[in-house]
């Protein structure tokens, strides 16, 4: 082996794509188990990511580079988890609801998902409510993430979760919403199951819905 | 801007592309709540659509860009800087300075719009594209900054020669970058654009929407007539950072703070705010006032300003 799995870890930290990927490659053509590499250095490694960026040491070109230094690893790791009956710990839709294009917390909160051990099918911003009915199905989703920047757009969180009751998959899945105007008491109103202000709440809150301690 | 767009019962994205519709709604907002400034600012992309980018257009709220101008760095450098009075929505905004110019004259003062580098670069490339290229490919997203800089100061000076008293620079992205990049970077670019407002004669709004945790001293050195901050800092922390003869407008959160508080609330929490100010502080919400406020809460914000003054 000529390399040390703790590179991995730091390659994430330090959003060096090429070195996450490349350690990764060596390291499962070693037999090394792919799982390993998620849980006990990729995982705990976008967790200092979080931790970093809520303390204001990372911003978002940081994240966004470790976001990328981790996709490059998944990228070959979770063909190897379809093949072999991985699952992770939970599937998340996320989107940007109808009517929004804006996406940059939706990437956030989409990547520190991702991070934290969960497969996201990212549906873009500007997504109708039917769209998300048919990722949630599609992709049998334990959450759904609706982000909406604009008070204007906000009303079709409510319309996306209507969906959801009209479609009958209501109680499959975990609502989270966020976004700038969002807050708990219109999470409520609007039936959501959870509203977080942050990307790394949401993880947490995310990985305990999903029954995992962290 | 929406809530203006509102009282006259017009639709948004007609607010956004006929000037006469953006001078009604602001008049009317100095008639019914005698509002002290007259606004050109309506959504951000005028000058990216100039440029040729293709807008959305939504009946409520600011068109948004779906397909950014410069699919590749290499982009720039085939980008043709647009002509302020060349017909498109920089025109419109230049129109508009001219017929408030017209109809109030001198009596209330005239607030032209241009975007700030970090946060027309993002316009024009994608905010995720030029937050990684910060650092994945600096020389291009200075390159990009540059380009801006020098768009924005001319159309900052168009809008002064129409007649402009204030431009306010909105560079929200400049929120999302690391204090280092801020002040190394983005803040002397738009140092510039503030040094060529105040050669030409008007006075400068600064806003940058999110947290400036960090970037005070920076923003201090920008010499900015007026500092406009968004709600996630305390207004106590901001005079803090930036001094006590800066002027601050701002900074009650626009959804909890305004749209769904009380006018009770909405007192008490101005005159917390302006309390924490001091001298040399404009009320304001901490960015847009949200469409969908009852009014009396609007009415609420205006009642707490004249009777503090």
């Not at chain 1, 609007?190 to 809150?205: E, K, L, P, Q, T």
């Not at chain 2, 709220?61 to 982009?75: G, T, V």
């Not at chain 2, 419109?92 to 700030?116: C, F, M, N, S």
């Amino acid at each position: 082996m000529s390399y040390e799995l703790n590179q991995l870890y730091d390659s994430v930290i330090t959003g060096d794509n090429k070195t996450s990927h490349a350690i990764t490659e060596q390291a499962l053509a070693e037999g090394i188990d792919p799982m390993k590499l998620v849980n006990d250095h990729m995982m705990p490694a976008m967790d200092e990511v979080g931790r970093r960026f809520e303390m204001n040491e990372y911003y978002v070109p940081e994240l966004l580079l470790s976001a990328r230094a981790m996709k490059a690893s998944m990228a070959l790791i979770r063909p190897l988890m379809i093949q072999f009956d991985m699952e992770p710990i939970g599937r998340v839709v996320a989107g940007t609801v109808k009517g929004d294009l804006h996406d940059i917390g939706k990437n956030l909160v989409a990547a520190m998902l991702e991070g934290g051990g969960f497969e996201v099918f990212d549906l873009g911003t500007d997504v109708a409510p039917e769209q998300f009915v048919e990722a949630v199905r599609e992709h049998n989703a334990d959450i759904v993430a609706l982000s909406a920047l604009l008070t204007t757009t906000m009303p079709s969180m409510k319309l996306t979760i209507d969906a959801f009751t009209a479609a009958g998959i209501r109680d499959q899945v975990k609502v989270f919403v966020g976004g700038a105007p969002v807050n708990q008491e219109f999470a409520d109103e609007i039936g959501a199951d959870a509203y977080r202000d942050n990307a790394v709440s949401a993880v947490a809150h995310a990985k305990q819905c999903m029954g995992v301690s962290t | 801007m929406t809530y203006a767009g509102n009282l006259i019962g017009q639709r948004y994205d007609d607010y956004c592309r006929d000037h006469r519709i953006l001078v009604e709604g602001n008049l009317a907002m100095v008639e019914r709540y005698g509002i002290d400034l007259l606004s050109c600012c309506c959504q951000p992309f005028s000058e990216a659509a100039d440029c040729g980018a293709e807008l959305e257009y939504y009946d409520n709220q600011p068109p948004s860009c779906r397909n950014h101008l410069l699919k590749e760095p290499a982009d720039l450098l085939t980008l043709k800087r647009p002509d302020p009075h060349g017909g498109g929505l920089m025109t419109e905004r230049i129109k508009a300075i001219e017929l408030y110019k017209k109809t109030a004259g001198d009596t209330i003062p005239i607030q032209g719009w241009v975007e700030g580098p970090m946060a027309q670069a993002s316009d024009l490339r994608g905010i995720n594209e030029i937050m990684l290229e910060t650092v994945t490919n600096p020389e291009f997203a200075l390159d990009l900054m540059d380009w801006v800089t020098e768009m924005e100061i001319e159309f900052a000076q168009a809008q002064i020669a129409a007649g402009a008293n204030l431009i306010g620079i909105g560079d929200a992205a400049a929120s999302l970058v690391n204090p280092t990049y801020y002040a190394d970077e983005v803040a002397p670019r738009e140092k510039k654009i503030v040094d060529a407002i105040h050669d030409a004669g008007a006075r400068v709004r600064l806003h940058i929407c999110g947290s400036i945790q960090g970037k005070y001293e920076a923003i201090k050195n920008l010499g900015v007539d007026l500092l406009d901050i968004d709600y996630l800092q305390t207004v106590a922390e901001v005079r803090e950072g930036t001094g006590s003869t800066q002027c601050l407008s701002g900074n009650i959160d626009p959804v909890r703070g305004i749209k769904d508080s009380t006018p009770r609330q909405i007192r008490a929490d101005f005159a917390k705010a302006h309390e924490e100010a001091g001298e040399n502080f404009i009320l304001a919400a901490g960015c847009e006032v949200p469409p969908e406020t009852p009014e009396e809460n609007v009415v609420a914000m205006f009642d707490y300003a004249r009777s503090a003054s």
